[in-house]
Each structure stands twice: as structure tokens, then as C-alpha cells.
């Protein structure tokens, strides 16, 4: 196996053989492609993408398109989790309003397809950018690529959800109790060894919550490597990997991003203790005063509670995917490392719950 840690632009990028967990009805598929999918003509060509931790995702190739494939897995699931639905559905919507997203084509719910819902969409071409430091970039392209994350992430965020048909892709108010009660059942549903931290959080996030903010669309799960950029400069072509998107507050997918500069340099999606000015990776200061000019809207002052939310959720996440290693159906060859996380994830978001007052 490819060391995640050293090489992860090696780890997770291209495809790989279908794993045989997640082999699929070929036949089944190219009868399907040809009802739904215009343009379609086969011969078809399967291949599984190596990254991805969740639902497991295929490219499609054929004599004259290539196609994304996204798919529940196999096997008894988390409530709530895998919704490949929702993803077509805000992907549907961002797509008609010019935002980088890969065109979607047509939604399968009929699990006699090929064994569970998935989704067809286009494949768009480019970079995805594994490493937070960019290694092998000049100062000037590394600022170039922070800018256009940050700005496409602004761009969601000014989006009316209602003017562009998402009304009710959320349910209104109480977004962080309500993120916070999901991510606690998910946790529990998928703990295998107990964690004191992950209690701890646990208690405190559901005693300290804060106000609710304005409502956009959030992604859930917005950083570097789930954006396509443009293989010669620094333009986001898509953003990826909707799955945790609904509506609900800005500033929790704001801090999201900013979970990268919290976390150690020594991990691959990690700025902590990196030097960012020789780097030319804005600072987190830099981040704000960005985001904030975008979208107009002020600096969290509550940042280190939105630190410790972030990372429990994450360390949640991390934990879900422990469960499928543990049941056998988790979609990545390079889970396991990823399930390693937890304990680590967990003990950074308590440092920063003990700095907003737990």
C-alpha cells in the first residue's frame, strides 16, 4: 500500500481495479446508461477511484464520454448517512446556476439496478491537490490556490437557497444541536473502544451551543482535496463529495476549512507548525479577512468552539469509518489509517474546548 503520510498524491489519485466488495452489474449498468443518460453509447469500461472514504465512486469510460459514478454502499448502513439522493439534488441545482460543480445526468433509487442508489454525473479533468502544503509549488501558485478555495466557498455561501430551489433542503434553526445530536448517534452507533475526549466534547458541545446564524447552503465537508482545480492555473473546475450538505450555518463550514491550520504539519492535511509565509499559504487571519470580504459577513468570535465542533465531528467521521472497517464495508483501500485518527482528532478538539471555557 501506497504511504499515505509520505506520497498521498500517489495514495489517492486516479483509479485502481473494483474492489470486489463493491463490483457492480456491468451489463445492468450499460442498459440503465443507455435509458437515462443522454448521449450515452457503450462499450463500457469500469474502474474505482482510490479516493474517497464513503461512497464508494467509479469512472465510467466509454469510446466517447468519461463518467462519474457515486454509489451507497453495500451493506447495513448509519442512519441518515450515504445520501447520494441529496448530493444529486444540490449538485442539480448549483450546476444550473454556473457553480463549479460536474454536470449531473440522472438518479438511480431502484437498488435492482446494480445493488444500491447511485448517481451519474460527468467527470471533469484536472487537479485534485492532496497534500495541504503543496509540495513542489512556488509561494506565489500555493497563495493562488488558498484564494480560489476560499473564494468558491464564499460563492456558495451567498446563494439564496430558496431562490435557487433548496428551501427546504435543511430544516431551519438550531443547526449546531442539531449537527451536534447527529454526529454523537453516529459515534455511538460505530464506537468500538471508549474515548474519555470524545464524552467529554460530547457534553460540553450540547451545553455551550451558540446562537443560531444565517442560513446558506454548507457543504459539509469543504477543503482542498474534494475540488478539482484546473490542470494550469489556479481556478476551482468542480467541487466535490456533497454527501454531508444541507442547510444550515455558514461559519460551520468556514471552520471547517480552517481546521487544516489546527492540525499538525506533520499530517498530510495538516498547516500546524508549518512556516506559511515562506510557504505562501495565507494565515488563518488572512483566511478570515478573505472570506469576510466575499461574503460580508463578520469574523467568528467564537472560534475555538467552532474548532472543537469541527473536529469532533471529524473525529465522528473517522469513527464511522472505523465501523466499516470493522464490518467490512468501508470504501477505501487506505481506510484504516484514516480510522487511526480518532483518538488524535479527538484530543486536539478538547484542547480547543478547554479554550472556549470547558
Known amino acids: 500500500m501506497t504511504d499515505i503520510a509520505n506520497d498521498p498524491q500517489s495514495a489517492f489519485s486516479g483509479t485502481r481495479e473494483v474492489d470486489p466488495r463493491h463490483r457492480l452489474d456491468e451489463a445492468a449498468l450499460d442498459r440503465w446508461m443507455g435509458d437515462h443518460v443522454e448521449g450515452y453509447a457503450g462499450p463500457l469500461t469500469i474502474r474505482q477511484f482510490k479516493g474517497g472514504q ?108 430558496a431562490a435557487i430551489g433548496l428551501g427546504d433542503y435543511g430544516r431551519p434553526g438550531n443547526y449546531f444541536g442539531r449537527q451536534v445530536g447527529r454526529w454523537t448517534k453516529q459515534y455511538r452507533a460505530s464506537e468500538i473502544d471508549p474515548i474519555p475526549e470524545m464524552d467529554r466534547l460530547i457534553a460540553f458541545l450540547a451545553e455551550s451551543l451558540p446562537a443560531d446564524g444565517p442560513v446558506t447552503i454548507v457543504h459539509g465537508d469543504y477543503r482542498l482535496d474534494n475540488l478539482i482545480m484546473a490542470p494550469d492555473r489556479a481556478e476551482v473546475r468542480a467541487v466535490l463529495d456533497w454527501e454531508l450538505s444541507t442547510l444550515g450555518d455558514p461559519m460551520a463550514d468556514f471552520s471547517y476549512l480552517l481546521i487544516g491550520w489546527a492540525m499538525p504539519a506533520s499530517l498530510r492535511n495538516g498547516l500546524l507548525g508549518a512556516d506559511l509565509e515562506a510557504l505562501g499559504i495565507p494565515t488563518i487571519a488572512e483566511t478570515v479577512e478573505r472570506y469576510a470580504a466575499q461574503t460580508g459577513r463578520q469574523a467568528p468570535q467564537n472560534l475555538d468552539w467552532l474548532m472543537a465542533y469541527n473536529l469532533f465531528r471529524l473525529a465522528a467521521i473517522c469513527q464511522g469509518i472505523a465501523g466499516r472497517v470493522r464490518d467490512g464495508t468501508a470504501a477505501s483501500a487506505h481506510a484504516i489509517q484514516t480510522a487511526a485518527q480518532v483518538t488524535p482528532l479527538a484530543q486536539a478538539a478538547w484542547s480547543h474546548a478547554v479554550r472556549a471555557g470547558a
Not at 108 to 117: E, F, K
Open 54 to 161: 464513503s461512497n464508494p465512486t467509479y469512472e465510467l469510460a466509454t469510446p466517447g464520454a468519461t463518467y462519474v459514478l457515486r454509489r451507497k454502499p453495500p451493506g447495513v448502513l448509519l442512519p441518515s448517512a450515504h445520501a447520494v439522493d441529496r448530493e444529486f439534488t444540490v449538485i442539480s441545482a448549483l450546476h444550473a446556476q454556473g457553480y463549479p460543480v460536474a454536470r449531473p445526468f440522472a438518479l438511480c433509487t431502484d437498488d435492482s439496478v446494480i445493488g444500491s442508489m447511485f448517481y451519474v454525473m460527468s467527470k471533469v479533468e484536472g487537479r485534485v491537490l492532496w497534500d495541504l502544503k503543496l509540495p513542489g509549488m512556488e509561494p506565489a501558485e500555493r497563495r493562488s490556490i488558498y484564494n480560489a478555495q476560499i473564494d468558491a466557498l464564499a460563492a456558495l455561501h451567498r446563494f439564496d437557497p
